[in-house]
């Protein structure tokens, strides 16, 4: 069965794309629902552990301030570190104390900071201690953040100072703020605690951090009055790496002296949500697949049906009124079956009727036409004949004879020629192809129109230069042009142009008839091929009912242009080739 | 009265009895192996071998005449004095010396070192003191070659058993032209850390241990044995010559605070200098400047500058100063830094191997890889011609200090050294 579906897109397709769009839909909807409440959870249990964790930091660092003041305020009190104030030991004697006493570093310092001795870096003897501590805070009992030189680079330490021997000297000591600092605090696992440091160093429980300076917008932030801030790292370009932190600033003095950070690692959620997603990703193609072969199934099921209706519906549109669709189910599906046959059976029906009111009105339009041409002439004959009767007694009888008999051979041969033409519409013999010349048929048809002198009337030839010749029957073709020019020339009966064109083309030739008249309304152009129209006074309505027979006969196509006030064009598409006769039906020459 | 005299007899008799057993126990008395460690890894007393090492040189240039001699010795004094050779003349020209030897000396395998006619004629028309002083370094001492390829000398002391650089027995030589060593042996452990030597020391395991200078205060009190040996280790920077510039090596010289390290790091043990050879052996060693000069130094550095620093992390009295001159460096605007490979600059310790200054600068010469002195010019300019062509700025001159138990005597003239097995431990 052909169908000329083209590009359009089927139900079926519609149907199949339309449910899988809304399995996928839903998938999307709900995964995204599920990543969005999921990392909503995380953020509020995150954001409770951080909290807790910095806490937990919080208490560790006063713990160890409370211990490195004990133990600085020990070795202060203890016997080596008065000796080495007293000038009495070894240079770097300090070391011996700062081992017992615990402690990092440890210098003893004379009033002015010259160091006496120094236990981390012993070689500084002699030196100002530099550990860049404030003024007040050598003669304060707070412990501090200081940063402390040593030869392998500066480190931060939790620091106190105490007077040693009544103040002779002074005793600074202090203990790394180091990893196990960090690591003491045992966080829980996927969370880490940073301490950052000034100027731009930053530790953890493994050691120093790699990029410290990526935690420079959080640092920024809690130098605001707030003081606390929250933001999340990204440490390389691979997501997972990304870390929420919240930080918290440590100041002495209004002096920002290290933040507190406690992170957690996005790489649990980011992997969840990448989990949700692989797995929405995942039941989203399976649902389509599944949404495809169920939709493929019930598209099956509701469309068969559906494509035997139309089957149906493309053969009634082709004529075939017998179609019958058969009826399956007992669904909507088979009750448009049921009504596609009864509107065939119908349709059927009425179309029988209508052929038949069809042979009756053409039969009284063929006797409305026959009374109407015969009775015209008749009316004369009656005169003709009456005049003849009466004059016969009269002396000019003879005269009178002569006359009616001239009119009554006239008015005879007119109805002659009437019959002759309803004659010739019926008995239309079938065409006998030949190889002939379009062109010369035009000019032919042309030069017989216009054998008298139509002074009005401008002929214009178009004729193609080369390659008119096609298989016509040369005496109907002559029959149709020259109707169509007479039309033409009667059209124009105040004068005008009259063109005839051809043109070639792929599957024959072209041939256009125009004339500069009146032109036609749209109603007479529909109405124009049917047999007995006529928009002329004298007309038979034959013409181009003739002309039409002609052109189909040949396989070809007549159509009829017109506007008002601008003329009307006759185009003919006449095929380069007749069909073989004896070819099965549906191939051509 | 017959009680009290009875007495007064016994406690004579008391008195007699202590000084005859303290005569007995100051007369020396043979026998015994004196333990003895060392940092140094000596490869071997070939006197023509000069180790790379310069503790290890220092070292072998100080054992070496256990066991090998030579026809001069030089008294304290630097004085030539006759050794193996008794008398030296010369033919009428002055062109040919002829050196009598010492009759009777035995080789350690027990045969007599006896040269042709009794003597030994050298051509040289330099100066006797040029001559003799040559002929009392290490290099002239007298080596014969066993048939079996081993070294035989004439010392005191042959050489039983020499693991290199590990440890050496070396046994007395009965034999021996100046009468037989006190001592059976001398056991040699070598490669020993300070820390470990103290250790083994304290625990008996050592009779004769190795002492920084700066620590000779500590034991001194606690009444241990100290000897010390006049400054004959200088501690010096040693510059890449190629790398670092002479502005460069003289703002690092400049910047350093000798007299700090001296008065708290050394314990003043020492002293300071800026000559290679020490006072005692040249008397001029005042004319090379040692004093900091801070200002200057920081003019000479264009802009901060980093170069790597070598030091025997080993060296416990090394380590401090290397520490402290980086400290003063560091004021100049040099950053001294360790490294691997090749140092920029290094703090060595370069022994004096010599109570000559020529022969010592011939050691230190080799040590250094610089060129040849020569012989004719003035040690002074010898040694500062040195000092330029080696990239060297010397800081100090260390003594060398042994911790002695309380049995060693007679410490530290070997032949002359005796074990006294009744002295408190």
């Not at chain 2, 500058?305 to 992390?313: E, H, M």
């Not at chain 2, 010019?377 to 260390?398: D, W």
Request: aromatic share 6%; glycine share 8%.
């Amino acid at each position: 069965m052909a169908r000329s579906r083209g590009s359009a897109v089927t139900f079926r397709t519609k149907l199949l794309f339309i449910s899988s769009f809304m399995v996928a839909g839903a998938v999307a909807l709900v995964t995204g629902a599920v990543s969005i409440s999921t990392r909503r959870a995380f953020d509020a249990i995150d954001r409770e552990r951080r909290q807790a964790l910095l806490a937990q930091f919080r208490d560790e660092l006063a713990a160890r301030s409370t211990e490195v003041a004990r133990r600085v305020e020990l070795a202060a009190l203890s016997r080596g570190v008065q000796q080495i104030a007293a000038g009495a030991a070894e240079y770097d004697h300090a070391q011996t104390e700062a081992a017992s006493a615990g402690l990092d570093f440890l210098d003893v310092v004379e009033p002015d900071l010259t160091i006496i001795s120094s236990a981390h870096w012993p070689a500084r003897f002699g030196y100002k201690n530099d550990w860049q501590i404030a003024p007040d805070d050598w003669h304060s009992s707070d412990v501090f953040l200081a940063r402390i030189p040593t030869p392998e680079g500066s480190v931060m330490a939790l620091t106190a100072v105490r007077p040693v021997a009544g103040g002779k000297a002074l005793v600074a000591g202090g203990r790394r703020l180091s990893p196990e600092l960090l690591k003491s605090l045992g966080v829980a696992p996927g969370m880490r605690a940073l301490l950052w440091l000034p100027p731009g160093e930053a530790i953890g429980a493994e050691g120093s951090i790699a990029d410290p300076q990526k935690l420079a917008s959080l640092i920024q932030a809690v130098r605001t009055p707030n003081g606390e801030a929250t933001g999340a790292v990204q440490w390389t370009s691979d997501r997972s790496s990304s870390e929420a932190f919240l930080a918290l600033p440590i100041t002495r003095a209004g002096t920002l002296t290290g933040v507190l950070l406690a992170g957690t690692s996005l790489s649990t959620q980011l992997g969840l949500e990448r989990s949700i997603l692989r797995t929405g990703l995942v039941v989203g193609a399976s649902g389509i697949v599944i949404g495809v072969l169920l939709g493929w199934w019930t598209t099956e099921r509701i469309t068969r049906p559906v494509e035997r209706l139309a089957a149906g519906a493309r053969a009634v549109a082709g004529g075939d009124l017998s179609a019958r669709v058969e009826v399956l189910s007992r669904d909507e599906i088979g009750e448009l079956a049921r009504a596609f046959n009864v509107m065939t059976e119908q349709l059927l029906e009425q179309r029988d009727r209508a052929i038949q009111a069809e042979r009756v009105a053409a039969w009284r339009e063929l006797a409305r036409r026959l009374a109407h041409e015969l009775k015209n002439p008749l009316f004369p004959l009656q005169i003709t004949i009456e005049n003849l009767q009466r004059s016969r007694e009269s002396a000019e009888f003879d005269e009178v004879f002569r006359e009616s008999t001239t009119t009554l051979l006239a008015e005879l041969g007119n109805l002659k020629t009437i019959i002759g033409r309803f004659s010739d519409f019926a008995k239309m013999p079938a065409p006998q192809f030949e190889t002939v010349d379009i062109n010369e048929i035009v000019r032919g048809v042309m030069k017989l129109n216009f054998q008298l002198e139509r002074p009005n009337v401008k002929p214009v030839l178009e004729l193609a230069s080369d390659g008119t010749r096609i298989q016509a029957d040369p005496d109907q073709l002559r029959r149709a042009l020259g109707n169509l020019v007479l039309n033409a020339l009667d059209a124009m009966p105040e004068g005008g142009t009259l063109l005839v064109r051809t043109a070639l083309h792929d599957w024959g030739v072209r041939l256009e008839i125009s004339d500069s008249g009146q032109g036609l309304t749209e109603e007479e152009c529909q109405r124009l091929f049917t047999p007995y129209y006529t928009t002329k006074q004298h007309g038979t309505g034959l013409g181009l009912a003739i002309v039409q027979s002609v052109v189909s006969d040949h396989h070809g196509k007549i159509s009829v242009s017109s506007a008002s006030g601008r003329g009307t064009t006759f185009t003919i598409d006449l095929p380069a080739s007749q069909p073989d006769p004896l070819a099965p039906p549906g191939e051509t020459a | 009265m017959g009680r009290t005299a009875l007495r007064w007899i016994a406690a004579g008799n008391a008195i007699l009895a202590l000084a005859v057993a303290l005569e007995a126990a100051h007369r020396p008395r043979y026998g015994g192996e004196l333990r003895v460690e060392m940092r140094a890894a000596i490869a071997g007393l070939d006197p023509g071998a000069v180790s790379e090492d310069p503790v290890a040189l220092g070292a072998q240039r100080q054992w070496m005449p256990l066991v090998f001699e030579t026809l001069v010795r030089l008294d304290d004094h630097g004085r030539p004095q006759p050794w193996l050779a008794t008398s030296w003349t010369h033919e009428t020209a002055r062109k040919i010396w002829i050196f009598q030897v010492r009759k009777n000396v035995k080789l350690h395998d027990g045969s007599t070192w006896s040269p042709a006619s009794g003597s030994i004629t050298i051509p040289d028309d330099r100066p006797i003191e040029h001559i003799l002083r040559e002929l009392a370094g290490a290099r002239s001492a007298i080596v014969v070659k066993a048939e079996d390829g081993s070294l035989l000398g004439t010392g005191p002391f042959r050489i039983a058993r020499w693991d290199a650089g590990k440890s050496a027995t070396l046994v007395a030589h009965d034999q021996y032209w100046g009468g037989r060593p006190f001592l059976d042996s001398i056991s040699i452990q070598m490669g020993r850390s300070l820390a470990d030597q103290a250790s083994d020391f304290q625990i008996g395991k050592a009779d004769a241990v190795e002492i920084a200078a700066r620590d000779l205060r500590a034991p001194k009190q606690r009444g241990t044995t100290i000897a010390t040996t006049p400054p004959m280790d200088t501690v010096a920077l040693q510059f890449d010559g190629g790398r670092v510039p002479a502005q460069l090596r003289q703002a690092l010289a400049l910047s350093i605070d000798r007299a700090s390290i001296h008065n708290v790091l050394l314990q003043k043990q020492g002293e300071i200098s800026g000559a290679l050879l020490p006072k005692w052996l040249t008397g001029y060693s005042f004319l090379f400047p040692a004093e900091r000069n801070l200002v200057r130094a920081k003019q000479l550095v264009p802009a901060p500058l980093s170069l790597t620093f070598g030091y025997d992390r080993q060296d416990a009295a090394i380590r401090p100063i290397a520490e402290r001159v980086a400290v003063n460096a560091s004021e100049a605007g040099i950053t001294l830094r360790q490294g691997t490979g090749a140092a920029d600059v290094q703090l060595v310790r370069l022994p004096v191997t010599a109570g000559d200054p020529w022969l010592a600068l011939q050691d230190l010469t080799a040590l250094l890889k610089a060129a040849s002195v020569p012989p004719a010019a003035s040690s002074y300019e010898n040694e500062k011609a040195l000092m330029e062509s080696s990239g060297v700025i010397p800081l100090f001159h260390l003594p060398r200090g042994w911790m002695l138990s309380s049995k060693v005597k007679n410490w530290p003239r070997f032949e002359d050294v005796w074990l006294d097995p009744g002295a408190a431990p």
